[in-house]
């Protein structure tokens, strides 16, 4: 074999690399073809401001996601904002998320069967394709949790601090990414418990102070986001019910996009922590998956904000994937074994990978059917946030002086004004109405509305108007001071589009 090529063959072989491979592929199918949603638009408007911009607007909203908005801040000024540049560190984040499964799945359960296959579960639910093709940082959290579980095995193993550091910095990034993944604590507390307990050993012992500090050094760096994020809590967060014990029963099935998907994780677990010899790693994972879950809920029932939300606990998915290969690894092992001991122990063992294949394909078949639902154009928003449509319409009939009315206030948490300013040609250039301040004026994601609507039209002779939903009236469906205002000098729409989500209409005081 030629010296060039044994590095070749030697990646290849790594269990981590043919997952990654798979999510990257499966990440990237049609990956610009949904229309960003609102969340999204927050994303690019906010990246693709100055530093300095970031950062005063960071101390009055979304500071929970500040970590991700410097990163796409960076990411953006060298390749761009379209929606697919947008989108992609998600989908590298995501398949960073699949090699670390199938990391964690062969440390934990010493077999190669168990790692890919773990490390190929986790490409499978519709969820993971989702949030693999969203510009927001629920990917990147999912990445960095993952390889944090990772690397406390690799330090349980042996404690030292070098193997301690790479466990912090990955805690550390995913708190800045999103505090809520700061919950897996509770998971990863009980693991270590579980490792205390079987092992007993006096070295270990060390472990009762050394994962505490550890999670104290992770967590110094996310303090800030902790303060800022903690006084914008209920502007942002205001819109998530309370959580029901229904809610906590049936989570799974909206956690992965499938119940049918759950269930075949669930099933495909069984083997791992019933029959396995390795059924104490197993337990352990499965309080990595549920622990975090289970706290948030609580915190969501007794205190007075709720974060149960499936997005926000995304990263409870690559424990599942873990379980899962764990019991495709366990039946492979046995059939395995047993063959060995029969006759003809090269077709038997070539059935048992046969058998780990089928059952890799349940999930996989199990999913299919929810696939297309979240890559078709609409699927981020609900086809409710048509921002393309009105901005095709806009320039379509654009003529220069045009003047803007778009929801703001109480409605700016729909985002139309950067919404659909995003998706306007670069030539084309509205003349904003009621707007007394621009969103970078206002440190804000929206611009900030003008007090006194006579005072802020200005002298345009045609107004695009949008407002949110559907309707005949658009007028009636707009604050009554703004409304009066247009009544009295544009009289009414020439022309009223409903584009499914927001109605579009154009008035001409010429007409």
């Excluded at 805690?171 to 205390?196: D, E, K, N, P, R």
Aim: charged share 15%.
């Amino acid at each position: 074999m030629r010296p060039a090529v044994r590095p070749v063959v030697r990646l290849s072989g790594q269990v981590w690399l043919w997952p990654a491979v798979v999510m990257l592929a499966v990440g990237g199918y049609r990956l610009g073809t949904p229309d960003l949603w609102r969340d999204e638009i927050a994303t690019s408007t906010v990246a693709t401001r100055s530093l300095g911009d970031l950062l005063r607007l960071l101390q009055h909203i979304d500071a929970s996601n500040g970590a991700y908005y410097l990163l796409m801040h960076a990411w953006t000024a060298v390749f761009g904002d379209s929606t697919v540049s947008l989108r992609i560190p998600s989908v590298l984040a995501m398949a960073g998320a699949a090699a670390f499964v199938a990391l964690t799945a062969r440390r934990l359960f010493g077999s190669r069967v168990a790692a890919v296959g773990a490390g190929l579960l986790f490409a499978v639910p519709p969820e993971v394709s989702r949030y693999a093709q969203e510009a927001r940082s629920y990917a990147l959290v999912t990445c960095a949790i993952a390889a944090a579980s990772f690397f406390l095995l690799r330090a349980l193993e042996l404690p030292t601090w070098r193997r301690w550091a790479p466990y912090c910095a990955a805690m550390a990034l995913a708190g800045a990414g999103h505090l809520i993944s700061f919950s897996t604590v509770a998971g990863q507390a009980a693991l270590v418990a579980l490792h205390l307990w079987r092992t007993r050993g006096a070295a270990d012992r060390r472990l009762l102070w050394r994962y505490p500090l550890a999670v104290a050094v992770a967590a110094l760096p996310v303090l800030p986001v902790v303060l800022l994020g903690s006084r914008q809590s209920d502007r942002q967060l205001g819109w998530i019910v309370t959580p029901s014990l229904r809610g906590l029963a049936f989570f799974g099935e909206r956690l992965v996009g499938s119940d049918l998907v759950f269930c075949s994780f669930l099933l495909l677990a069984v083997p791992v922590l019933v029959l396995s010899g390795r059924r104490w790693q197993a337990w352990q994972v499965l309080l990595l998956a549920e622990l975090p879950v289970v706290s948030v809920w609580l915190v969501s029932r007794l205190g007075g904000t709720s974060y149960f939300i499936d997005r926000y606990l995304l990263f409870t998915v690559p424990a599942w994937a873990v379980l899962a290969g764990g019991g495709v690894g366990a039946v492979y092992g046995a059939v395995a074994a047993r063959a060995r001991r029969g006759r003809a122990p090269r077709g038997a063992v070539a059935a048992a990978g046969l058998l780990a294949v089928g059952l890799l394909a349940v999930p996989a078949v199990a999913a299919l059917p929810k696939q297309p639902a979240v890559r078709y154009v609409g699927s981020h928003n609900g086809s409710e946030e048509p921002f393309k449509a009105a901005a095709r319409t806009i320039a379509a009939g654009y003529r220069s002086g045009d003047g803007m009315a778009a929801p703001l206030g109480d409605q700016s948490w729909a985002m139309v004004w950067p919404g659909v300013g995003y998706y306007l040609p670069s030539d084309v250039h509205p003349v904003p109405v009621f707007v007394a301040r621009s969103a970078d004026d206002a440190e804000d994601l929206s611009p900030t509305p003008c007090a006194r609507p006579e005072a802020c039209v200005g002298a345009v002779s045609r107004i695009w108007l949008l407002v949110l939903g559907d309707t005949e009236d658009p007028l009636g469906a707009m604050p009554t001071d703004q409304a009066e205002v247009l009544r009295t000098q544009y009289g009414a729409p020439d022309q009223v589009t409903p584009l499914g989500g927001l109605t579009l209409a154009l008035l001409d005081r010429d007409t």
